[in-house]
């Protein structure tokens, strides 16, 4: 009976095992995809002896120890926001190899191969934060370039749960919003998104350290903030010209904010300011912590236009999808959009 349940054991542990080389085989096979040679492996691995690195690379690796396993997640969830973030596959790929203004113009694979995990770590916040603009919402076998092996797609899965909480948390980093002001049901995971997946760039009334909601009164005006701030994403990663499609989400705001255009006119030209945001993230950060729902500002894009950066979910009525948009980058701006519901190109 007791060899009975030895033989019993054995199962479990070869099963938890298992995933650790399907996992290593998924790694290797993104690396292949983004073009990444030996070197550049190993780094991103943690430098292990090469009798080890090449060992793995064979499929032979009876235990992984989990800060390679912590880093295979980073790198498998920087594949998977690039494939949200892109339409083309090959343009997903290449972002690791193109300059990136947001790495002080070196490469995102030079930054992840710097040698620390935080540097994935910085690697994927960007990605994460950014892929919320797309209209793409993660499809259900997104690992299926890399492998076609179902278990490749689970081990992968399994080593981002390591460094992604939002796998078991459908509405992200929800310790970033305290329970009050949480929302939940149809349209709610919009707006949470905003606060969960704070962009670590920061924003015009942020810091980087939480997020806020934006939102237009007028399409026109959602278009041309959007596109600007699409346009300095693709800047920023060197993207050749490009389609991606945006989808249009209409609510509406249910609290008092404050009003940027009653302060003075010198006042409010320095928050409002087009490329510098040194003033209006004090500004936010002020009115955020005094407990301001939020504030109502001019838009920087669009005269006479109307934004609005709400600093609680609870301020924002969950928003309902409305028609579908394609931006056209060329390569130095996005000079126009197609509305699919009219038919027709529209310029900026």
Known sequence: MTAGQGR?????????????EKALEGFFRILALWGAGNAEARR???????????????GRARRLPEDVLRRIGYVAGIYKALQILYADPALADGWVKRPNRQFGDQTPLARMAAGDVTDLAA?????????????????????????????????????EQLVNPRLRDAVGEIHLVPTAERLSGPGASYVMAAFTHANPAGSRFSDGTYGVYYAARALRTAVRETAYHFG???????????????RVLVGHIDARFADVA??????????????????????????RAAGAAGLVYPSVRDADG????????????????????????????????????????IPL
């Open 123 to 159: 690697v994927r916040a960007y990605v994460d934060a950014a892929r919320i603009i797309a209209s793409r919402y993660p499809p259900i076998a997104l690992f299926e370039r890399v492998s076609p092996d179902p278990a490749v797609w689970e081990a992968l899965i399994a080593a």
């Open 262 to 287: 009653a302060l003075p006119a010198a006042r409010r030209a320095a928050l409002l300011a087009p490329e510098s945001y040194a003033d209006s993230r004090p500004f936010g950060d002020a009115l």
């Open 232 to 246: 300095r994403l693709a800047a920023d990663s060197r993207d050749p010209p490009r389609y991606e499609d945006m």
């Open 306 to 345: 109307q934004c609005i950066a709400a600093f609680t979910p609870r301020a924002v009525t969950p928003p309902v999808p409305a028609q579908m948009l394609q931006y056209h980058w060329d390569g130095s701006r996005v000079a126009r959009y197609f509305d699919y519901a009219a038919e027709a190109w």
């Open 8 to 20: 019993r054991a054995a199962g479990p542990i070869e099963r938890r095992e298992a995933p650790q």
């Open 44 to 58: 991103l691995l943690g430098s292990p002896p090469p009798r080890t690195f090449f060992a793995w690379k064979a």
